[in-house]
Each structure stands twice: as C-alpha cells, then as structure tokens.
C-alpha cells in the first residue's frame, strides 16, 4: 500500500529529460494515482517571457506517454489551491530545488488547512530544460 491516494505535480516538460523522468517515477513510488499538470504555452509566455521550445499538444502527449503517469492535465494558472480545488490530491510533489522559498513555504500552509502535504523530491543536478531552452531561443533570436 502506498503512502498517498491521489498525487500532483506540475512542470513545463520541455525538452523532456531524465530529471523529469525522475520526479514522476519517485513520485509514482509513493502515491497510487498519479495527476500531472503540463503547463500551457500562455502560462509559461506568462511568467518565463518565452514560449517552450516544444509546443504544449506535444509536450501533453510525451508526459501522457510515460507509465507513472495516469492522468495529465493542462496547468494554465500558477495558484496550486485552484488545481486542488478541480482535483482534491492528497500530496503536492515539486523538485526540491523550490524547498524553503517563500512561495512553497505559503503553499505548505495553505494545503496543511485542507489536509494535503507538499512532498519535496530530490531535484537530478546538471539536468535543466530552462537552460537548454534559453541556449536555443538565443540561437533562434541571433538568427532573426
């Protein structure tokens, strides 16, 4: 028996790597449903400044394909009480490279008022599709 019911995390997925691949599957480990909220174009546009180098329908269908996953989901806002209120998950899980920042430490609080815990998963170093993506918007850009 797992320790969790239903389980969430949310990501951008781009440029799907093996530090991706390693949240689901710890997270898989611990819960018996797996909920993954895949970010928007819009909402990454939003607070990134940038579009994903993969387009949302394909980085939904990747993130769809892999077995520790059992339902994905769109992301389009960033408020993880909204998502709650849709889906009722009982554990929040994130990289722990967001352990202790102000944002996550408010989230902790407000899912502690509604039961849910936020589990924080060893973030893969050397890994980063935020890097790789500003590396090649910057290649697209000097092409233009």
Known sequence: ???????????????FHIGHLNILKR????????IVGVSTDELVKSYKGKTPIIPYKERFAIVDSIKYVDLVVPQTTMDKMEAWNELHFDVMFHGSDWKGSDM?????????????EVVFL???????????SEVLHKI????E
Request: hydrophobic share 25%.
């Open 122 to 132: 060893p973030h893969t170093s050397g890994v980063s599709s935020t890097l790789l």
């Open 104 to 116: 996550y430490n408010r989230l902790i609080e407000k899912f502690h008022d509604v039961g849910t």
């Open 140 to 143: 697209q850009d000097d092409n």
């Open 27 to 34: 997270a898989k480990e611990q819960c018996e449903y797996l």
């Open 1 to 15: 028996m797992k320790k969790y019911k239903i389980g969430y995390t949310t990501g951008v997925y781009d440029m």
